[in-house]
């Protein structure tokens, strides 16, 4: 099973890889992201998406940068960015032959989140629902699921104004 974490082994494959950037030359996405660049990462993960979209055999690797890209639109709370960049993240995720699992549950929970932040609550909660329903034939990775789900419903509920639904969550999670 692929996750967009495994893609990211591909992503650092590129020539020269996240380590050999050169001072004169813009730095890795990768590399920006995690050291705390997220304006320049945003940038850089934006040049790239639009470079891999609908290429041929990149939709893996696509599917890694375009969610990295939504994530970095929520710390910068670009949250209708953050939707587009995650929809097109999930639309190719679910796409992929065989499908990739662990990308869609992924996706799913960082869509809640920019959802969640835009006010569609309900939509968030399909989505929280849709990636706990994805581990069904997987019992080990349901329990964790489980635990998640709850947190991440709790605190929607809260947002929501829905305190008793949010305190059930708090209390199974």
């Not at 891999?52 to 055999?57: H, I, Q, T």
């Not at 939707?83 to 796409?95: F, I, Q």
């Not at 929280?128 to 349901?142: C, H, K, T, V």
């Amino acid at each position: 099973m692929r996750s967009i974490w495994t893609t990211l082994g591909v992503m650092l494959a590129w020539p020269g890889g996240v380590s050999a950037v050169e001072p004169e030359k813009e730095p890795h996405p990768l590399s920006a992201f995690l050291s705390g660049k997220t304006e320049l990462a945003e940038k850089l993960w934006t040049v790239e998406a639009d470079r891999l979209r609908g290429v041929a055999g990149s939709q893996e690797v696509f599917v890694a940068v375009t969610g990295f890209l939504g994530i970095s639109q929520i710390l910068l709370e670009k949250f209708p960015d953050a939707e587009k960049s995650l929809r097109e993240c999930y639309a190719v995720a679910r796409s992929l032959t065989p499908p990739d699992p662990g990308a869609v549950a992924n996706t799913e929970q960082v869509l809640a989140l920019a959802l969640a932040h835009l006010g569609q609550y309900k939509q968030s909660e399909e989505l929280l629902i849709a990636y706990w329903s994805g581990s069904r034939n997987q019992p080990e990775e349901r329990v964790r699921r489980r635990k998640i789900l709850m947190t991440n419903l709790a605190h929607l509920y809260l947002a929501a104004g829905r305190a008793d639904d949010a305190l059930w969550c708090a209390e199974q999670a």
